[in-house]
């Protein structure tokens, strides 16, 4: 059992050390969002927050959700916009 833990979140990446049969490296890829596509969403969310108590306590409106979840321009990315890799000898890619 490996103790110590290695998990590093940067811009359009998470890499970490992972442990099974042995230790491993993974890299979880994911394409940044486009800064016209966060303006659009900021745009359309605004007066919409029921308050900033409300955001604080992770509750949004349901138009909020349907913007940041909407497929395609919503916050998350399409299965083509992720990457994997992984040291390990599974051949599994997603």
Same mark, same amino acid.
């Given at each position: 059992m490996v103790a110590d833990r290695d998990l590093r979140i940067e811009t359009g990446m998470v890499k970490a050390l992972v442990s099974g049969s042995d230790i491993y490296s993974v890299e979880i890829g994911v394409q940044t969002l486009a800064a @016209?596509?966060? +303006?659009?969403?900021?745009?359309?969310?605004?007066?919409?927050?029921?308050?900033?108590?409300?955001?604080?306590? +992770?509750?949004?409106?349901?138009?909020?959700?349907? @913007?940041? @979840?909407?497929r395609g321009d919503g916050l998350f990315p399409l299965p083509r916009q992720i990457s994997l890799r992984c040291s390990c000898p599974d051949g599994a890619s997603r």
């Open positions: @016209t596509t966060w +303006g659009a969403i900021v745009k359309e969310c605004s007066g919409n927050v029921a308050s900033v108590v409300a955001l604080l306590q +992770g509750r949004l409106s349901n138009a909020v959700m349907e @913007t940041v @979840t909407r």
